[in-house]
């Protein structure tokens, strides 16, 4: 089967940086995708790795180590319109994509 | 390009009551997802089409819930009878190409209440 493992709740300060890792277990793995979900929205994609490193795409970036099974989003100069939810999602055997349970970030003044 | 459309938006039914919820994806997608997610919860994978055929259904609660994907387009779901615990809202994605190498392009959901 497949299980991923987020912190459910991260405080971080207008302006600063804040880190949302990533754990997995999956019976097969192609790639670690991030979502973003405002209250009462529909998820958004923000990145997918599939291969070891760092990818960046503006404020964001994410970090994928296959051999950790881990892997973690990097939100910079957060802005109060960060404040949402972040699902870390795997791509695993039979072309499944699993979804973590969440973080809920919260950008205070 | 249009998004994927879902219909209705809300619904509340007495439980043993039926309901359906409808997809479009968008134009092109061959790859359509339908997830339940709870209040708090992350999004739950109910069932994945690869043109209108099943990829998985391996957590649709087959007693109660169907799924089809007509000419591999759109797609309804259904649960008959629902139970209190059935709600939650349900979204549908859909994503270009086979996964597990693109995004999945979510619709707004369906926020089902079971009274």
């Known amino acids: 089967g497949q299980s991923l493992e987020q912190p459910s709740e991260v405080t971080a300060v207008e302006g600063a940086i804040v880190q949302i890792n990533c754990t997995y277990q999956?019976?097969?793995?192609?790639?670690l995708s991030w979502y973003q979900q405002h209250d009462g929205g529909a998820p958004t994609f923000l990145s997918y790795?599939?291969?070891?490193g760092l990818e960046e795409t503006g404020r964001f970036s994410s970090f994928l180590s296959r051999s950790d099974s881990y892997g973690y989003l990097l939100l910079q100069e957060l802005q109060m319109k960060d404040s949402a939810s972040y699902f870390c999602?795997?791509?695993?055997?039979?072309?499944?994509?699993?979804f973590g349970t969440g973080t809920k970030l919260q950008v205070i003044p | 390009e249009a998004g994927v459309a879902q219909s209705p938006r809300y619904k509340i039914i007495e439980k043993r009551q039926s309901v359906a919820f409808w997809c479009n994806p968008i134009?092109?997608?061959?790859?359509l997802y339908w997830y339940q997610q709870i209040l708090g919860q992350g999004p739950k994978l109910l069932i994945q089409?690869?043109?209108?055929?099943?990829?998985?259904d391996s957590q649709l609660p087959k007693d109660r819930f169907s799924a089809e994907r007509l000419k591999g387009v759109d797609s309804t779901l259904k649960i008959q009878p629902a139970k209190l615990e059935d709600s939650a809202v349900y979204l549908c994605?859909?994503?270009?190409?086979?996964?597990?190498?693109?995004?999945?392009?979510f619709g707004q959901g369906t926020r089902l209440t079971v009274v």
């Open positions: 994605a859909s994503s270009p190409t086979v996964p597990p190498n693109t995004e999945a392009f």
């Open positions: 790795n599939a291969l070891d």
């Open positions: 999602a795997v791509s695993g055997g039979y072309q499944k994509v699993t």
């Open positions: 134009s092109g997608h061959a790859t």
């Open positions: 999956t019976s097969g793995f192609y790639g």
């Open positions: 089409f690869q043109n209108n055929g099943v990829v998985d």
